[in-house]
């Protein structure tokens, strides 16, 4: 599986992004689907992760404020981030999992999400 990731570039605060992964095989088959955030020193992140049964789950910093969505035709899941903050300044990365006979995680390349103040 491979994931390319798409969107992110340099934002004031309180303006938006959307960040954009897809998938090299239909997403259907993934168990899992989401966005992490890292910076440097600091473990990476949740930032919002959906299921296969469609179960959305966001960091709590991130609630009310950033939406994750899917695109199953085109294997995409989408990141809109609105209100974006300084503390939002991060490495984004893309993240999947798929469960057969193993558990395996993919990790797409990652996107630089820089908000000034």
């Known amino acids: 599986v491979q994931l390319q990731a798409y969107g992110g570039g340099l934002v004031q605060t309180g303006g938006s992004l959307r960040l954009s992964c897809t998938a090299s095989?239909?997403?259907?088959?993934?168990?899992?689907m989401g966005w992490y955030r890292q910076v440097p020193g600091k473990q990476r992140e949740l930032v919002a992760s959906?299921?296969?049964?469609?179960?959305?789950a966001y960091a709590d910093s991130v609630k009310g404020r950033f939406t994750l969505s899917r695109e199953n035709a085109i294997n995409t899941v989408y990141l809109q981030m609105n209100n974006l903050k300084p503390e939002d300044t991060a490495v984004y990365y893309c993240?999947?999992?798929?469960?057969?006979?193993?558990?395996?995680?993919?990790w797409g390349q990652g996107t630089q999400v820089t908000v000034s103040s």
């Open positions: 993240r999947a999992v798929r469960t057969l006979f193993t558990c395996t995680t993919y």
């Open positions: 095989v239909t997403i259907a088959i993934l168990n899992e």
């Open positions: 959906t299921s296969s049964g469609g179960n959305i």
